[in-house]
């Protein structure tokens, strides 16, 4: 896999927390601890933002101005919170794609020669990093979300019919800069940042509950190193990698953090979208 990440001209907004009268909203600074952030209450803070920049070409304000739908990307590692927060959205009326389900009826025809369904059943096809069989389907994979992307897109070409959150897999920045740049111009892309904090916890869930990753060159092993360690550093290493591929095309960062806090709701997240009708 490719591991120089280009700097690029895109721009981002990242949010922390600050209290305002008592109410906790994000502010645009730096990230602070995560213990003291808690709840989304985005909007006013977001029209702040666009306010304070009021010239910059950035395809989100365009986006987040014009009338007609939402359409919003969502994403972020395994376990970030984008199935949460498309949820939340679906609740609202929002249309939702799940790229996982998807991926899955693409390779149906492959998963049903072992026996398996779901998205347990296709983690367990394709398997862990170190076995024989990965590559070959971990190539199949890419090759099927590849496709679910571009599917998405040909759709999104022929006009959304309402508002639209797309929950993405963690692997979705590999499926090349073309289409990830096509995400970007057809839809408002938030990536649920997930701090090194939270390695443990999302390792711990990955082995709980294993989903299909896509290691690339992650994944090694040093001698005398046991699997299990190796695949606790190596996730630690992906996470750093793809990190720098969130970034890449993310237009709006969140701390995944905030997902976790009680007072998260769906009308938080839709605060952060209806910012598009501000003045």
Known sequence: MERSIPPTGSTKHSFSQAPV???????CS???DASSRAGLGLKGVFIYAIKQHPKRNCPSQRRLRKDGPMIVTLIGMSGSGKTYCSRRLAELGFDRICCDERIEEKLRPFLRKGGYKGIEGLARWMGQ???PRYREREAAYLSAETDVVQEVLDDLQKGAKGSLAIDTTGSVVYAGDKLCRALQAATTVIYLENSPADLSM?????TKN???VVWGDSFSRRAEE???AALARSYGEL???RRSLYERYAEITLPASLLRKEGTN?????DLLQVRRAG
């Open 21 to 27: 009268n008592g109410e906790v909203t994000l502010a």
């Open 30 to 32: 730096a990230p602070t």
């Open 129 to 131: 990093p170190h076995e």
């Open 202 to 206: 999302l390792f711990e869930e990955y």
């Open 210 to 212: 294993p989903k299909p």
């Open 226 to 228: 046991t699997i299990e």
């Open 239 to 241: 996470l750093q990698y």
């Open 266 to 270: 769906s009308r938080g997240l839709l």
